[in-house]
Nanobody
């Protein structure tokens, strides 16, 4: 069984920064070979892709809405993936979820919710104006 545990959410003013962490564990889960993603869901909206990072060479992909402001990174030795969020806006307010892909990710369009096999419970990020 795979467990993903997010942390780092909270309340921040617009223009501020937060860093989210996601710790992965599981006897059958090889973190270093898994593509990992961050998704978010705002009230009344569908869950959407935010950022993803593949196992190979740390290739990253971002939603257009966060490009240049958010950075995803992974430390395989710690089985942890991070999301550094800068220049936060009120529209970034959402529950942020960490997810691990079922299989290889070869292009950004494959970071779809249906392709992610494991999910954390989420961490709330609230950005005040």
């Amino acid at each position: 069984q795979v467990q993903l545990v997010e942390s780092g959410g909270g309340l921040v003013q617009a223009g501020g920064s937060l860093r989210l962490s996601c710790a992965a564990s599981g006897r059958t889960f090889t973190f270093s070979s898994a593509a990992m993603g961050w998704f978010r869901q705002a009230p009344g909206k569908e869950r959407e892709f935010v950022a993803g990072i593949r196992w190979s060479a740390g290739v990253t992909n971002y939603a257009d809405s966060v490009k240049g402001r958010f950075t995803i990174a992974r430390v395989n030795a710690k089985n942890t993936v991070y999301l550094q969020m800068n220049s936060l806006k009120p529209e970034d307010t959402a529950v942020y979820y960490c997810a691990a892909a079922r299989g290889p990710i070869t292009r950004s369009s494959e970071y779809a919710t249906d392709n992610m096999g494991y999910w954390g419970k989420g961490t709330l990020v609230t950005v005040s104006s």
